[in-house]
């Protein structure tokens, strides 16, 4: 199935066609009057440039009309071979059809809205016939199966003609698309961003990322450049000031010849309010007893990490290099 973005819209269209992989470009006056697009003629030759195959619009009252304006437009310097000429199916349209394929032009019969204008498409050669689908919906018609029947129409008859799911309106759409058979589709550009996302593909993707990384990043690699360090002799209220310049909610405590002596958290705080009340402020780092601290070596890769914060049930451990603090590993930076 062909896949086409239907756009107006400059940076929408070098956006999507980053890709790589999109067969072309449909787009409209009114689009184009939407962007505030008033040259036309250079917009096309633009695009041109831009896309594989352009779509665009060739109007005129009569057949000869549309197959003048095919033409002028192509003397801008359009290549016949990439470029589709859209016409509105009339009684004229497609008779304009069938004058632009017999000189080897490429036309695509739109505005279709029931099966007979399809036919009538189809029998004047049209390369592709494009029923509206939102538009008909909006109206309360069947329009999925107007776009089976069409589908059905050409392989049936063995007609040369691709049948284009256009006016799009969400991801559902394109499924629908693909489930009908139709040979080709155009979608805005902000419904074939969604065309790939999916809850459980990102959550699976978040969880190899992480996964990789405990496997190849060091502990040392994973902390930041703070290391929430003080000495013993520290009171404890410029303990409390230091762990929110830190922004951290536990500091590393050591002893003057910068041993680690332990570990000082928020919850060590809270605990000594409530067990000793508000003059547990005025002593010192030193006054208090610590266990030993949960410390990992920073060469270690975070997978080691990762078993020890599972293991203790810990938020924070301490990095060391040949026993010295050099910072702290915090759980959530498992998964920077």
Partial sequence: MELYLDSA?????????????LNGL????????????????G???KLSKIVPVLQIEALGDSAEEVLAEAERQLALGLDPTKTVFKIPVSLEGVRACKLLRDKGYLVNVHLVYTLQQAYMAMQAGATYVCPLVGRLQDQGHDALALVEQCVDAVELYGYDTKIMFSSVRHAEHVRNAINIGVHTITVPLKILKQLTENNFTTLGTEQFITDTRLMMVKVKEAIN??????????????????MTEFNFGAITVVTNSGDIKGVFTDGSLRKLLMEKGRDILNKKLSDLEFKNPITIDGNLLLNEAN??????????????????????????????
């Fill in 26 to 41: 449909t787009t409209t006056p009114t689009f184009m009057q939407k962007e505030g697009i008033t040259d036309i003629d």
């Fill in 225 to 242: 450049n703070i290391n929430p360090i003080v000495s013993e002799d520290t009171n404890i209220t410029d303990a409390i000031i230091k």
């Fill in 307 to 336: 078993s020890l914060f599972k293991k203790t049930s810990v938020d924070t451990i301490v990095v060391t290099i040949k026993g010295k603090p050099i910072g702290m590993l915090d759980i959530q930076d498992l998964k920077s």
């Fill in 9 to 21: 819209n400059l940076k929408e269209i070098e956006e999507g066609f980053k890709l790589g992989f």
């Fill in 43 to 45: 917009t096309i030759v």
